[in-house]
């Protein structure tokens, strides 16, 4: 059974920070993605970071220089780091994992943690 534990959310004014968190529990051959998503009512989600095990990271280019995603890989946990927030970053985010687990690949997402941005 695989589940997906974010915290971290909350109400920040512009120019703030806040750093999520995502556990995945369960057990694993490999996570090879480890993700962050924004949803804002009536919109898809939309990738923000990615954490790849080869190494690489993606961020979409509005977050570029202000996010930072990183992984550790012993507690199986991702965060982001969100700096110089701006009131566009608010949404709903949804961690992702994409995974190995008995010789199958699958993909899990989390609940969503909710992030507001506002003077």
């Known amino acids: 059974q695989v589940q997906l534990m974010e915290s971290g959310g909350g109400f920040v004014h512009p120019g703030g920070s806040l750093r999520l968190s995502c556990v995945a529990s369960?057990?694993?051959?490999?996570?090879?993605?480890m993700e962050w998503y924004r949803q804002t009512p009536g919109s898809q989600r939309d990738l923000v970071a990615s954490?790849?095990?080869?190494?690489?990271?993606y961020y979409t280019p509005p977050v570029k220089g202000r996010f930072t995603i990183s992984r550790d890989g012993a507690k199986n946990t991702v965060y982001l780091q969100m700096n110089s927030l701006k009131p566009e970053d608010t949404g709903l985010y949804y961690c992702?994992?994409?995974?190995?687990?008995?010789?199958?690949?699958?993909?899990?997402w989390g609940q969503g943690t909710q992030v507001t941005v506002s003077s």
């Open positions: 954490d790849v095990d080869l190494g690489t990271s």
């Open positions: 369960g057990t694993f051959d490999r996570i090879t993605h």
């Open positions: 992702r994992i994409r995974a190995v687990v008995n010789a199958r690949r699958g993909e899990w």
